[in-house]
């Protein structure tokens, strides 16, 4: 258990790259929350995403 799973793209096409942790998930949906770093001009902002 706990698998972590980090995965970086641009998820709102803003031109910056984004990373996602993906806490844990059981192959078909997350069962905890997942937090997304936004990336922007100004560094990252972290928005916690539940599935
Ligand atoms: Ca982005």
Request: charged share 20%; hydrophobic share 20%; net charge negative.
């Given at each position: 258990?706990?698998?972590?799973?980090?995965?970086?793209?641009?998820?709102?096409?803003?031109?910056?790259?984004?990373?996602?942790?993906?806490?844990?998930?059981?192959?078909?949906?997350?069962?905890?929350?997942?937090?997304?770093?936004?990336?922007?001009?100004?560094?990252?902002?972290r928005r916690t995403e539940r599935a």
């Amino acid at each position: 258990m706990g698998c972590y799973d980090v995965d970086t793209a641009d998820f709102n096409t803003d031109g910056y790259t984004d990373i996602a942790y993906a806490q844990y998930h059981n192959g078909s949906a997350h069962s905890t929350s997942s937090y997304v770093y936004y990336g922007s001009a100004s560094g990252y902002s972290r928005r916690t995403e539940r599935a």
